[in-house]
């Protein structure tokens, strides 16, 4: 049991990140196996896998579109 716990949380990726219509001052995206991480200055922000319906992406923005309509931009 502790062996797959190990696994949930090991950090895939890592990157600085903003939302497109703000700034999130020290903006922290950490994809993990089952979920995304975003955290920062007075925000954060888990996203399941399971809830990401679409992923869309041009350069530097990434738009999530997940099942319950909300679409998060993100500028990675």
Do not use: C, H, T
């Amino acid at each position: 049991m502790a062996r797959s716990q190990k696994i949930e949380n090991v950090v895939i990726l890592s990157s600085r990140f903003d939302l497109e219509d703000r700034k999130v001052f020290f903006g922290k995206a950490k994809l993990l196996p089952d979920r995304i991480i975003l955290k920062g200055l007075f925000y954060k922000r888990v996203i399941s896998i399971d809830e990401i319906k679409e992923v869309r992406w041009s350069s530097s923005l990434i738009v999530l579109g997940l099942y319950d309509g909300d679409e998060l931009e993100l500028m990675i």
